[in-house]
């Protein structure tokens, strides 16, 4: 080969291999520091696209979740106001049992009558104050719970039911705001409705359960989903440390040689000047 002295191909050759080397071991660094493999789409655009919508469909299916566990807590709120509904109700067929005998007189009726009143008068602030995040959890309107992937959604709906002494249960609801103990007549009446009123109340007991175990359901399988997806993100995204420890010691040996090469492509064309001597 002949001696030039107008390029030095192998400094233009140790330099672009230096550069490729040195890009390679920033990039190493990079994903060591950050433990992802894609810090920038020109490392993997198409994967970039891919972790980044999987991250999205994490991102809906935890406030998914979140959703249904909220819904969970109105629904469990309304069943333990029903609860103390059925106390309530179970202590009604008592006076109402007692007032019906005949061997109970008229004072002692109007005492009964009395605390059958307030019972029916703590039934309704139970209905109308029982709230969950400020809004009241018997209504006649439904609930919508919104569940989504990012890509599909889906709505589960929960009632509850408006919950007052005039209005227990839901479908044909029973009055008791009408009823009073003041005679063995009319305390008769009023058992055969409180009656009604406590197999409405396990009625709704019910209906919320199946709801809430739904709610449940639904959110377990969104945990499921997340565990996946964030196992595929992960895959695409991160990085492999083993192998990008490696790759650390591999680019840092070939920066180096590479320095020592250019070095020496520098200076070979020296050996020009002693054809001169």
């Known amino acids: ?38 810090n920038s789409g020109a490392d993997d655009a198409a994967g970039l696209a891919i972790a980044d919508g999987l991250h999205a469909n994490i991102t809906a299916l935890n406030q998914s979740a979140q959703n249904a566990n909220d819904g969970i807590g109105q629904l469990q709120t309304a069943d333990g106001g029903l609860a103390q509904v059925t106390s309530l109700l179970n202590r009604a067929v008592t006076l109402a049992t007692e ?25 309704d602030r139970i209905g109308g104050n029982t709230t969950f995040n400020g809004t009241s959890v018997f209504s006649a309107s439904t609930t919508s719970i919104f569940l989504s992937d990012g890509g599909s959604s889906s709505s589960i709906a929960t009632t509850t039911g408006v919950l007052s002494s005039s209005s227990i249960g839901t479908g044909t609801p029973t009055n008791l705001s009408t009823n009073n103990l003041t005679t063995a007549a009319s305390a008769a009446l009023a058992l055969t409705d409180i009656n009604s009123a406590v197999a409405n109340v396990a009625a709704l007991r019910g209906t919320i359960g199946a709801s809430i175990n739904r709610l449940q359901s639904a959110s377990t399988v969104i945990g499921n989903q997340v565990q996946n997806l964030t196992a595929a993100e992960d895959n695409i995204r991160g990085a492999n440390i083993t192998q990008e420890v490696a790759n650390l010691s591999k680019f840092n040996i070939l920066n180096q040689t590479g320095i020592s090469a250019l070095a020496q492509a520098n200076s070979a064309q020296q050996g020009v000047l002693r054809l001169l001597q």
Request: net charge positive; aromatic share 4%.
């Open 1 to 38: 080969m002949s001696l030039s002295i107008l390029n030095n191909i192998p400094s233009l050759a140790a330099q672009n291999n230096l550069q490729t080397n040195n890009a390679n071991l920033q990039r190493t660094l990079f994903r060591l520091s950050s433990g992802s493999r894609i």
């Open 99 to 123: 007032s019906s005998t005949g061997t109970v007189g008229s004072s002692q009726r109007t005492a009964l009558n009395a605390e059958y009143t307030s019972i029916k008068a703590e039934i």
